[in-house]
């Protein structure tokens, strides 16, 4: 009695070992540093980029070197991140924390609202954006005025506030920095003014 599947089967293999296997693919001429080495699986693999329908151009939000990033997204969401090529700081590359963008855009555990937790508070509140800056520029600019010295005990003149401190990102650049010594040290009297690109 004929046994067709079974039969059918043993020909698949056969077929299957002249066609996915890596010796005989050789021994038809093709090369053992390309073709021959693909597998079925991996040429089945397609780009994620082949998926987007936008690309947008960003920066690394890790560190101040600033490397480039293209942003790719499909339907409006982000899809891929990776080094443009058309820096001339990084071009294309990314280090493994500017690699992970990517994670740090989409990851479910980001927190993409403002939180408070008032004054002998147990939990965080959601609160607008609008509430929350003007909540800081009232407590500054409240901080401020309760503790501008204009001159010491002996006199010399000092105009400071030893109150209030800031600590800047790694990734703000000259102008932003430039603007925050102007506004917090000349206008407020800050004295206090850190990065964390220099901790
Ligand atoms: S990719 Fe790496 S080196 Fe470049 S800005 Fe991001 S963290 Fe810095």
Known sequence: MRKPTRRRSLLDRI???GKEWSLPRQLQGQSHVDKAAE???????RPRLEEAD???TSICPY????CSQLVYAKDGKVIHVEGDPRSPINQGTLCPKGAATFGLLTSPRRIDKVLYRRPGGTEWEVKPLDWAMDRIAFLTKRTRDESFVRRLP??????HTLALASLGGATLDNEE?????KLF???????????????
């Open 15 to 17: 077929k299957s070992f």
């Open 39 to 45: 597998s079925s699986m991996s040429r089945s693999l």
């Open 54 to 56: 936008s690309v947008g």
């Open 63 to 66: 560190c101040a070197v600033g």
């Open 154 to 159: 002996d006199g010399t003149l000092v105009n």
């Open 177 to 181: 920095n430039y603007a925050i010594k």
């Open 185 to 199: 040290s000349g206008g407020l009297g800050m004295v206090w003014i850190e990065n964390q690109a220099r901790v």
